[in-house]
């Protein structure tokens, strides 16, 4: 989101310690376990048309993304070299509060969720039908709306970053959408799920994760086995680790906290799950530029 704390970006330099593999793996054992880690640079020489990116979903061996507020209604396809290779434009909605992209089959969905100020009561997800994108370079089509509303929101204040029910994160799994939010006043993250109708849905509370950071995107793996969400707290990004969870679950297991420190002031805003599960993050500008970068989880999994 433009409206975060970047406002007085510092810079430092971090010297981590390494761990050996035994030590990493009885980390493990114990919940919300750390490590620190600096991800690996896939390009920082990304387009000025992404310079806002917020959601991001793999697709046709391309990261897509969407910018959030008020920027165009576009998603973006670019490859490993930070190159534009497709554009494709929303013709029936605005971009109110983009945050977030979700994938399934037949559908990509938008997360229209975005609420800085928590007084939105137009809160949606917008599907789009993959065969609608085509082959070419430019395309366009319309969308199908989801309405969403937060069962436990009665106040409507307008607060800027002092409530907890902003929401920039949600994935796809099975036939329903799961939200995680962004809790600007406790640093908590709630879950809620959808059905994927054509309806509007008023959803439900369906767990609490005391994440101890501002969640910002969220993915799950191939196999549903592992779930990533991406967030920041005070200037440094960080990314927790979901995994031994029984179904949707995903709070019920165990998690691992990576500390990304070493990006310094970087915006942390989308993760998705790529070729093969290869897991990546991308960063907004601020006073660093837009990138993507790469994150070796596989080395913290191993038993």
């Not at 909605?93 to 399934?104: Q, V």
Request: with cysteine; charged share 25%.
């Amino acid at each position: 989101m433009k409206y975060l704390f970047y406002s007085s970006l510092f810079s430092f330099l971090f010297l981590g310690a390494c761990r050996s593999n035994k030590s990493i793996n009885e980390q493990l054992k114990v919940s919300n376990a750390s490590i620190v880690y600096q991800p690996i640079l896939v390009s920082d020489s990304l387009s000025v048309k992404v310079n806002e990116q917020s959601g991001l979903m793999w697709y046709k061996n391309l990261f897509w993304i969407n910018n959030d507020s008020d920027c165009e209604p576009v998603l973006y396809a670019y490859n490993r070299d930070g190159v534009i290779k497709k554009e494709f434009e929303i013709t029936n909605a605005k971009n109110i509060d983009w945050e977030d992209l979700a994938a399934d089959q037949n559908y990509i969905y938008i997360g229209d969720f975005g609420n800085n100020f928590g007084n939105r009561k137009d809160l949606r997800v917008l599907r789009l039908k993959k065969d609608d994108l085509g082959a070419s370079e430019f395309s366009k089509a319309e969308v199908e709306v989801i309405g969403i509303e937060w069962a436990d929101q009665e106040d409507f204040t307008r607060h800027l970053q002092k409530h907890d029910f902003d929401c920039e994160a949600f994935l796809s799994y099975g036939d329903s959408l799961f939200f995680f939010t962004k809790n600007w006043a406790n640093y908590k993250t709630r879950l809620y799920s959808a059905s994927k109708n054509i309806e509007v849905q008023k959803l439900k509370v369906k767990a609490e994760f005391n994440a101890n950071m501002l969640v910002t995107g969220a993915d799950i793996s191939s196999d549903g086995k592992l779930l990533a969400l991406v967030g920041y707290k005070d200037y440094l990004s960080y990314i927790i680790l979901f995994y031994e969870f029984e179904g949707t679950n995903f709070f019920g297991g165990k998690s691992l906290r990576i500390d990304l420190s070493p990006l310094g002031g970087a915006q942390t805003e989308g993760i998705v799950f790529g070729e093969n599960d290869s897991l990546y993050i991308s960063t907004e500008q601020t006073k660093l530029p837009q990138s993507i970068y790469k994150v070796e989880y596989e080395q913290w999994m191993k038993n």
